[in-house]
């Protein structure tokens, strides 16, 4: 009796977690989708068992926002190297995302995949300000200081900026 | 592409953050529902007598340490049954080998070293004394004296 409770305690908070950041895993779960192999559909439902099955490991020392991200990010960088095994869709295939592609979102796209190529960790803190976190979050969830996360991120920037020279 | 990169940033940022997600309701409930489906993990205070017990046999530790003992074990027996039926005796300066049917004792060496030496058993012999080398160590260096 005691157990199912808690399981319905349980589903109830996942529900409500999930109703309050959807609009953010999705973003998460966007920006790291841009080769067409996979749905961002199937990785958001990835991302929803891993927060299911992790749920009680959430210690509330950083807010839930950064706790998802940290998941979610771990979770599609898993998805991504099992997608690297598999064929890789024709050049020019649009991508069978869920939303429709707009020039904004191709350019987002392009901006992500030269983001993919930076060092893991200047990879993580890039997606993280571009999804909106703050410098001081992003130090905790990477471990690093405040000065360091801003350091890093003008550095990414510009090798982004050079890759993107490049590439015109 | 034909943007400078300092506003294809700008405009990145912009659509990050108004992204909403387009999944509907009932399909984000399903997939939802499809996540609370997967086992449960246990409640962190849940008594070790509750938790399911796993076989011994299904523990990696227990795999490896039984391989241990087997290539250990197998070896042995092998190499100790290899030599058992062979004996080599020193004896007036040679060395002489035997070869039994039978696992190699000393009783059953000096039989034989008595049948080779002395073929006319009817006949007193001195007594001699032979170092039976092999096969073992247990064995070896063992004094023999036959009549």
């Known amino acids: 009796m005691q157990a199912e409770t808690h399981s319905k305690e349980r589903e109830k908070a996942f529900h409500e977690l999930i109703a309050r950041h959807k609009d953010f895993i999705y973003n998460v779960c966007r920006s790291y989708r841009f080769s067409a192999s996979w749905e961002v559909e199937d990785a958001y439902q990835e991302v929803l068992c891993t927060l299911w099955r992790d749920m009680d490991k959430f210690e509330r020392r950083s807010s839930e926002r950064t706790w998802i991200f940290r998941v979610a990010r771990n979770t599609l960088l898993q998805l991504k190297r099992k997608e690297s095994n598999l064929p890789q869709p024709e050049a020019g295939t649009p991508a069978p995302y869920y939303d429709e592609q707009t020039p904004d979102m191709e350019n987002y796209d392009f901006l992500m995949q030269l983001v993919d190529n930076l060092a893991k960790l200047d990879s993580q803190i890039v997606h993280a300000y571009i999804e909106g976190f703050s410098y001081k979050e992003i130090a905790q969830m990477t471990h690093l200081t405040v000065p360091a996360v801003a350091m890093r991120l003008v550095r990414a920037k510009e090798q982004l900026r050079s890759a993107y020279n490049k590439a015109k | ?147």
């Open chain 2, 1 to 147: 592409m034909e943007k400078d990169f300092d506003e294809l940033w700008n405009e990145c940022l912009r659509t990050a953050q108004k992204k909403q997600c387009p999944i509907p309701d009932d399909r984000l409930e399903q997939m939802i529902a499809r996540a609370i489906q997967q086992p449960q993990p246990l409640p962190a205070d849940t008594p070790a007598s509750n938790k399911p017990t796993v076989s011994l046999w299904r523990k990696p530790w227990f795999r490896a340490a039984a391989a241990i003992l087997l290539l250990i074990l197998i070896p042995a027996t092998l190499i100790h049954r290899q030599h058992i039926d062979t004996a080599t005796i020193a004896y007036g300066g040679q060395s002489l080998h035997f070869r039994s049917n039978t696992d190699c004792n000393p009783a059953k060496v000096v039989d034989l070293v008595v049948k080779y030496i002395d073929p006319q058993p009817d006949q007193p012999t001195q007594v001699q004394t032979a170092t039976l080398l092999g096969p073992s160590s247990s064995k070896r260096n063992n004094l023999i004296s036959f009549r």
